[in-house]
């Protein structure tokens, strides 16, 4: 088993492969992954080898520690910035008082609850994924699935306030990394239409550090973040930085 410290961007598949450039000894090996990442997050991810596939649920079942990033006052429809922009909010939240609110309302969702699959995911629906429904637009029409998740801790370490253009490069250039069909001309174009028209405005930006099970959303977390402030949010970034005893500083970039 290999630990790899997966880049923004990259999907699960594509680190495999960079990993076999940089390990040429790895070049004839059936390498697999433990627990998927989405493009727009980085972090821990387990490879792997041989039969060390066999074990695959095993590592899967293990908890998981997330660093992520939440954009208050924006939504998409994928809840992270690789999505159509479905609505955008003044936030009238001034960062001396928010803290305090902001603490408080991450305490809630500490605990056994029920967490629905986010519309842009690989949960099958009808022999369908869910952003097969999503991308026809035809996801009003089936039942989303959920599933038991357990969060131990969620913690805020950091808030700060920014512009739109404080942050367009990086949007622009996380978007613009990404490999595969998600959209992205559509979204860009949208995003650049926010840029123009809004690219002064600020918003809150917050840090936060979450302890979870297996199978928690954590772009879906920072969705219902925005709902129960009444500001809407999305997850500007998210790094998985342990996987049960296995932490990121062990790991290899590829």
Known sequence: MILVNKPISVTPLQAIDSLKLMKPEYKDEIIGYAGRLDPMAEGLLLLLVGDENKKRKEYERLDKEYVFEVLLGMETDS???????????????????????????????????VQPYPPYSAARVQGKPLYYWARAGKIDGVEIPSKEIIVSNLELDTIEQVTLNDIKDDIVARINGVDGEFRQDVILKRWNEVFQKRGNDSFIKLTCTIQCSSGTYVRS?????GTKLGSGALAYSIKRTRIGDYKICYSITV
């Open 221 to 225: 977390i920072a969705n219902q973040i």
């Open 79 to 113: 809840y992270d910035i690789l999505g159509l922009i479905t609505d955008m909010r003044d936030c009238e939240f001034k960062i001396n008082n928010l803290k305090l609110t902001i603490s408080d309302a991450l305490k809630t969702f500490i605990g056994t609850w």
